[in-house]
């Protein structure tokens, strides 16, 4: 295995606790983007921890990995929960998508389901990734819109930066709160912010 994460500390007890595994090693580990892609074709590792905030950016890792391996196995390990980190890793080739807060045992699990060519996803996640399947997806129009919502614009403001109607706006607002499956303009921002549509 390569580990990738930008705390070393990090990367010293997950290889304490992958390496009391008999058949798992760690053969390398990596600290930003750069490092990552290096150790990665040096060492073309079977799995791939990776951490997506990473200098550099993780995804940006896993999409160079895939590029240079396209049936590279990475198994992303991160804090983040939001909607758009889980699908933008699944979507570029992840094999799964665990959680820094799970039980130690079961990383070791999921690096096998991986090596075994299986999707590993904990619960939480696989809901997460269920909702996006299931909800319908906004429109690049309904985005701008949405992001001009957050900053507090009005829809005749919000009409004049994007040059459409009041008429058209009120359209996209209703799309947007239906889709999100909110009742306001604020929680419509606030449902953004949590699933990742919208950086803070």
């Known amino acids: 295995m390569l580990l990738v994460d930008d705390h070393r500390i990090v990367r010293m007890g997950l290889k304490v606790v992958l390496e009391c595994e ?3 090693a760690v053969v390398g580990e990596a600290g930003d983007l750069d490092s ?3 150790a990665f074709e040096r060492f073309q590792p079977d799995v ?11 995804l940006a890792a896993l ?11 990475v198994l992303v390990l991160t804090t983040s929960e939001q909607e758009e980190d889980v699908h933008g890793c699944l979507e570029n080739g992840a094999c799964g998508y665990a959680l820094k807060s ?3 045992v079961k990383l070791a699990g999921a690096v096998r389901a991986v090596l075994a060519g299986e999707v590993w996803l904990p619960p939480e996640v696989a809901r997460i990734r269920a909702a996006r ?12 819109v949405l992001e001009l919502i957050a900053k507090g614009l009005t829809n005749p403001e919000i009409g004049s930066v994007l040059s459409i109607s009041r008429s058209t ?5 209703a799309h947007i709160l239906e889709k999100l499956g909110v009742a306001d303009r604020t929680e419509a921002a606030a449902e953004a912010f949590r699933r990742g549509l919208l950086q803070g």
């Open 36 to 38: 990552c892609i290096a």
């Open 133 to 144: 399947q299931s909800a319908p997806a906004l429109s690049d129009r309904e985005k701008e």
């Open 169 to 173: 706006i009120k359209v996209h607002v």
């Open 102 to 104: 799970m039980d130690p």
């Open 48 to 58: 791939t921890l990776l951490d997506l905030r990473i200098p550099g950016g993780g």
């Open 63 to 73: 999409k160079k990995i895939r590029s240079i391996q396209p049936d590279a196995r």
């Open 22 to 24: 008999p058949d798992l």
